[in-house]
């Protein structure tokens, strides 16, 4: 069995549902995932190990729109773009040892959250 993570194997098939796709579920773990590191608390995001590379997660690639930004800094408890993206700098080390913890696996927060186009578009 050569497998990264059982638990994430187990999500990935059992999500079967036509209404909620698998990256979905995967979208909606990398939020919950970055709102635990900003209250300082360890939560780790299973299917993200399916993220790949050049995975595009509505939401954040939605956010570069500051209409859409404007609900999910609401949702991270931040005032602006800015501020995220210091706080996921900041946070780099910790952010890494969450995510490298339980899989060895590197992982960009960063390039999955689309950081550099978030609330760039007016």
Avoid: C
């Amino acid at each position: 069995m050569r497998r990264v993570s059982l638990l994430a194997d187990l999500v990935k098939e059992n999500a079967t549902h036509r209404d909620i796709p698998f990256v979905d579920i995967m979208q909606a773990e990398l939020l919950i995932f970055m709102m635990a590191v900003l209250v300082d608390y360890h939560w780790y995001p299973h299917t993200i190990i399916y993220a790949g590379y050049d995975n595009r997660f509505p939401l954040f690639v939605r956010a570069a729109q500051h209409k859409h930004f404007e609900k999910l800094k609401v949702v991270l408890g931040v005032s602006s773009a800015v501020e995220l993206k210091e706080k996921i700098k900041a946070l780099g080390n910790r952010i890494q040892q969450y995510l490298g913890f339980e899989y060895s696996v590197h992982i960009s927060i960063w390039d999955l959250m689309k950081a550099d186009t978030l609330d760039t578009i007016k």
